[in-house]
């Protein structure tokens, strides 16, 4: 379970940034995590809420948003969606793909009081 460690980097990361502006309490954390992560949002809730007690970050709201694949193909330039992780442009079937989003893994808001 991944999920864990993930959850103790958002902790740290949650819990400097309330020591960096003298806050006392972590109220809610916002993060943003692409599908090629492999991330299950239920298991890092979990270990972000039970990793969290007894800190100045206990009861906090962490919000995941999941982040789609998207692929931008070489040949045609169309941005396409990746479904069940088929690397392939929709627009003209070709495999020149880079990927455009879905590898985040990024603390994107922390609130603090």
Do not use: W
Not at 7 to 29: E, R, W, Y
């Amino acid at each position: 379970m991944h999920e864990l460690a993930i959850a103790q980097g958002i902790l740290d990361i949650a819990l400097n940034t309330a020591a960096s502006h003298a806050a006392s309490k972590v109220i809610g954390v916002k993060v943003l995590a692409g599908e090629l992560t492999g991330i299950v949002p239920e298991a890092l809730e979990f270990g972000f809420t039970a990793l969290a007690e007894g800190s100045p970050a206990a009861g906090a709201c962490l919000t995941i948003q999941i982040v789609p694949l998207v692929v931008f193909c070489r040949n045609c330039g169309e941005q396409n969606r990746v479904d069940k992780y088929q690397f392939i442009c929709k627009s003209c079937g070709s495999y020149a793909v880079d990927i455009v989003t879905g590898r985040e893994l990024t603390v994107e808001s922390v609130e603090v009081e």
